[in-house]
Nanobody
Framework: VQLQASGGGLVQDGGSLRLSCAAS????????MAWFRQAPGKEREFVAG????????LYTDSVKGRFTISGDNAKNELYLQMNSLKPEDTAVYYC?????????????????WGQGTQVTVSS
């Protein structure tokens, strides 16, 4: 599976962005899919994930109510709609795929990674 993330950019505090992750190869609905982010000087952290096989949608607490993860199985695309963005959301965002039924919370359990897309939120 090859993943290509896009949609990052510079927005003001309170703005919105929609990230996309295009997957090629095996149908991505068979994978647990997630978005991670990494800010400068910080570890990569789980943001949101979806598993169609496991019936899971998970979010980290700091983005609940603001971010929405979704996917289009026909297009093999994963999305992250980000609303009410805050400066602390600034990071490089990565999409990832795990050949598992359920969403693993740790980045080391994911098998495939996209290249990352920069999100910068100005105050």
């Amino acid at each position: 599976v090859q993943l290509q993330a896009s949609g990052g950019g510079l927005v003001q505090d309170g703005g919105s962005l929609r990230l996309s992750c295009a997957a090629s190869g095996r149908t991505f609905s068979s994978y647990a899919m997630a978005w991670f982010r990494q800010a400068p000087g910080k570890e990569r952290e789980f943001v949101a994930g979806i598993s169609w096989r496991g019936g899971q949608i998970l979010y980290t607490d700091s983005v609940k109510g603001r971010f929405t993860i979704s996917g289009d199985n026909a297009k093999n695309e994963l999305y992250l709609q980000m609303n009410s963005l805050k400066p602390e959301d600034t990071a490089v965002y990565y999409c990832a795929a795990a050949a598992r039924r359920l969403l693993p919370p740790d980045s080391s359990s994911y098998d495939y990674w996209g290249q990352g897309t920069q999100v910068t939120v100005s105050s």
